[in-house]
């Protein structure tokens, strides 16, 4: 485990930055008087000092300095402007975690004081629930303890593996993003059992604990989706009727596009 003593800090405390501090102090990863925020917003801040007593700043270098590992959970298009800032701050016995999309490793590198040890991880909101799926590329500076820290943090709010750095697009086309993927599907399937008279209540229960159901399902027995998918498809039953509905409508191909644009996004603001 991460030492219980060593202080996490965060620049950034919006939807994903809150989300992994909530599954953090959940998995007592650190304790919440080791763990702090720093953000422009106030009232974002003030929020998680009441809901995790966690330490808070509206300034980026009172956390970054009192961090031993900083996690940078700010939008990819203000990042230039708080590394410049935080560069005074940063030394080589700190461990700069980046979980912004896109910006590559090089970025922080070029841009923090050299020897800086940087990770660049691409998590999901589902950190929130300890259930994140994360990818970890390390920088040229990191050391294998570092990767381990790494991997114990995210680990402990969800799944992590690391990956090359060349294949973080992809993470983030893939699990970063998916979640919105997934949450109108699950809205759309119970939108079917509404139109045919369900409670909105019950459609929406069955319809998550079906994907819940289905992803545990594969993960636990290994077995491919296909095969799994056969299970349940009876011949001339119910399933087949509407696994033809969802081929005619071509949404396979959907779910690889939507992937595939939303790495290509990833790229994009890298280049930027
Ligand atoms: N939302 C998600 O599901 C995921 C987001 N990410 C990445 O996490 C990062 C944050 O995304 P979100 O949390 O969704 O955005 P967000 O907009 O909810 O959070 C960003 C936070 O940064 C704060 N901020 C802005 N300028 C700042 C500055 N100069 N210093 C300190 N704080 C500042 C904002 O007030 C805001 O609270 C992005 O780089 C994104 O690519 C990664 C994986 C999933
Ligand atoms: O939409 C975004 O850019 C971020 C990165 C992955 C999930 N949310």
């Not at 990819?76 to 708080?82: A, C, D, K, N, R």
């Not at 027995?221 to 509905?245: N, Y």
Request: no cysteine.
């Amino acid at each position: 485990m991460v030492d219980q003593n060593r202080k996490i800090g965060f620049i950034g405390a919006g939807k994903m930055g809150s989300a992994l501090m909530q599954g953090i102090i959940k998995a007592e990863i650190v304790k919440p008087e080791n763990l702090g925020a720093a953000d422009v917003y106030e009232p974002f801040l003030n929020d998680l000092k009441a809901k995790l007593g966690i330490n808070i700043s509206t300034d980026n270098s009172v956390i970054a300095s009192a961090s031993d590992i900083l996690i940078l959970a700010v939008k990819p298009q203000t990042l230039g402007s708080v590394l410049e800032n935080l560069k005074a701050d940063i030394t080589s016995d700190k461990l700069i975690i980046s979980i912004a999309a896109g910006v590559p490793l090089s970025t922080y590198e070029n841009a923090l004081p050299a020897g800086t040890r940087v990770i660049r991880v691409m998590p999901n909101i589902a950190a929130t629930v300890s259930e994140a799926a994360s990818g970890i590329a390390p920088g040229k500076n990191a050391t294998p303890e570092d990767v381990k820290t790494a991997l114990e943090i995210f680990s402990a709010v969800g799944t992590a593996v690391q990956v090359s750095e060349s294949i973080m697009d992809a993470v983030t086309g893939l699990s970063g993003s998916g979640p919105a993927f997934i949450f109108p599907i699950i809205e759309a399937m119970a939108d079917g059992a509404v139109l045919e008279g369900m409670d909105r209540k019950s459609a929406l229960t069955l319809s998550a604990q079906t994907v819940l159901g289905a992803a545990k399902m594969m993960l636990e027995t290994g077995l491919h989706p296909g095969e799994l998918k056969d299970m349940v498809t009876s011949p001339a039953g119910t399933t087949i009727q509407g696994v033809h509905a969802l081929e005619e409508a071509g949404v396979r191909a959907a779910f690889m596009n939507a992937v595939i644009r939303a790495t290509e996004r990833s790229r994009e603001l890298g280049k930027k």
